[in-house]
């Protein structure tokens, strides 16, 4: 006997037995391929949304944030106490890394914002306009005028809700106000340049962006916030901060992740969610493959005893029911996965807009990541969980005496 | 060498097997008891028997419904357990053999023929007398092969690829037969084997029996009621009250 004609007959009987009662059995496998679908979309759209916070707060912060460690606490008395000294040559160190791609500049600072009738608070950042607003791509929304460049000085980009507030619009003049590095009280005019948007409300209600210049003329100060790093990608992260970090003495590295609670928030409060969603729907697919094999093992309990009386070992017939699991739960697996798979790529053609999540100015269209350990994984353990459900539903049966089963009527 | 339990003798003993002295013993059954407990009710089925069988031999084992016919076929097939006694297979005593190894000693030695035909209705008739050997791992040439032949034997090399369900009583019965005898085992166990057969199926599925056993030299121990059964065979024991008749 061939090593292939064992187990391929064992399976051929499996699949004859499955076919058996055919609306039970599609009624099985229906259920396992609602709940693969269901794992599988509900698992893809917590991992796009991880991705999409990801690349947010990434692109927010850079992969990597480069300051001295008051930077970090915000305990400075003064503006830019904490800040960093002779960056450019920081900048030079850290472009000579492999994986770095970016590193650009912020001054980071709050003050007043007028309008000449009206002040209100601002969190303003100096920035280098070109390569920033280049790295913020769909992060940062346009909604009026032009994104100010790096050659221009005294060029504002405003945050919607505060251009409302300030009833300013491109073109508008304003007098940014500060407290300057040694404790004085400063004043700048700008005009505003753009009108953008970050699709959070509390954020656009204060946001100004200007460039270094006019940043550090308000502030009186030739020193940085912090530096931002821009890697190669998501996964360098790690590598590269074990690497920077020893080389700079003094400074502190953190992550994006370590200046992303929302991110962690969200993942946490999802992973939560969609873990017992998950659980729920094995538990669903458990019990379904278990009373369906129960109902076909009792129909069957003469014949097990029929092939226990031929010879077959106990544990053989266990592992013919769970074979059943196996060709029941996998093709559910397999007709689940088609169905989210087609539906995330109906998804990308046929888009569908999500209305904003709390906390949101804008909606964000409906995506479903395809993630080939996600299907994979939950294939696995769907047709495990089936064949494990087969198993244990066949064992009493098969454990009984001989003498029994063949009387069973 | 134990001659045969002393029963009464209906027919005489057609020619035994080549191979296999005359009277050599199968099987060999002494002092077997079996209770059945129902709830605080106790029910003894079998009460002490001894029965010895030879090779090749047909025996009949008739009495009334509840004389512990099939107890006894099913403590001889090891399908149970005795409370008390002695089971010899081939001079091995096998009574207190563990289930993996009483599962084995059936795989290997014993054929099952049951009144309902209890075949596998989702393999078709191929597959089913193929099953025993594919169970004891026999190459697949020589198991096609022997199955061929045996589905020859029985007349029903044309319905190899049918399923049991397209067949007759008398076909099934002798699918059953043929799946028995396939592993040329020592011992066929038949219960009631043509109770569910008209008169005429009946009797072809007897002359098979007897015709298939002696060519392949198997051991029939059968269970019925059927007065046309008992006429063909060898040798026939009764029991009444768990006890062989004429025995003290």
Known sequence: ?409 | MNAPEPSRTLAAPAALPQGRPPGAKVLSLRGLHKTYRLGSHEVPALRGVDLDLGAGELLALIGPSGSGKSTLLNLAGLVDRADAGRIELRGRAVQALGEAEATRLRREAIGFVFQGFNLVPVMTVQENVDYPLFLSGVAAPERRRRVAGMLQAVGLDAHAAHRPDALSGGQRQRVAIARALVKQPALVIADEPTASLDSGTAERVLDLMRDMGHRHGASFLVASHDSRLVSRCDRVVELLDGRLKGAA
């Open chain 1, 1 to 409: 006997m061939n090593r292939f004609e064992g187990p391929l007959r064992w399976l051929k009987f499996a699949w004859l037995n499955t076919l058996r009662n055919r609306r039970r059995s599609a009624v099985t496998v229906t259920i396992a391929a609602l709940g693969t679908a269901a794992i599988v979309l509900a698992g893809g759209f917590a991992l796009y949304t991880y991705e999409s916070l990801a690349q947010a707060s990434a692109r927010a912060t850079g992969h990597l944030v480069i300051a001295r460690p008051g930077q970090f606490s915000g305990d400075e008395e003064t503006p830019l106490q904490h800040g960093l000294e002779g960056a450019d040559a920081l900048r030079r160190q850290l472009l000579a890394d492999a994986e770095v791609r970016h590193v650009l500049p912020r001054i980071e600072f709050q003050g007043l914002v007028s309008n000449g009738d009206k002040s209100t608070i601002m969190m303003a950042v100096g920035i280098d306009p070109d390569a920033e607003f280049a790295i913020k791509g769909p992060f940062l929304t346009l909604h009026a005028g032009r994104m100010p460049t790096s050659g221009e000085r005294g060029r504002v980009a405003l945050g919607q809700g505060l251009a409302r507030t300030l009833r300013a619009a491109p073109g508008s003049g304003l007098t940014l106000l500060a407290t300057t590095a040694d404790g004085a009280l400063n004043a700048i005019d700008v005009s505003v340049a753009a009108v953008v948007g970050t699709g959070i409300p509390e954020i656009d209600q204060r946001l100004v962006y200007t460039d270094l210049a006019t940043a550090g003329q308000l502030l009186a100060s030739t020193r940085l916030s912090s530096l931002g790093v821009f890697l190669s990608s998501m996964a360098a992260t790690a590598g590269a901060r074990e690497r920077l970090a020893p080389a700079l003495p003094g400074l502190e590295v953190r992550s994006w992740l370590d200046q992303a609670p929302f991110y962690r928030s969200v993942r946490e409060l999802y992973n939560r969610i969609f873990g017992a969603l998950g659980l729920v729907i094995g538990v669903i697919v458990v019990f379904t493959v278990a009373n369906a094999m129960a109902m076909s093992i009792v129909e069957r309990t003469r014949e097990v005893g029929t092939l226990r009386a031929l010879g077959t070992l106990p544990a053989q017939l266990v592992r013919s029911f769970a074979l059943e699991g196996l060709v029941l739960g996998g093709l559910g697996a397999l007709a689940g996965a088609l169905l989210a798979l087609s539906t995330s790529l109906g998804l990308l053609l046929f888009p569908v807009q999500m209305p904003p999540p709390p906390g949101r100015s804008d909606g964000y269209p409906l995506q479903v990541a395809i993630d080939p350990a996600l299907y994979g994984a939950t294939l696995v353990a769907i047709v495990l969980l089936s064949m494990l459900a087969s198993a244990g539903a066949a064992r009493r049966t098969v454990g009984r005496p001989i003498v029994d089963a063949l009387a069973h009527t």
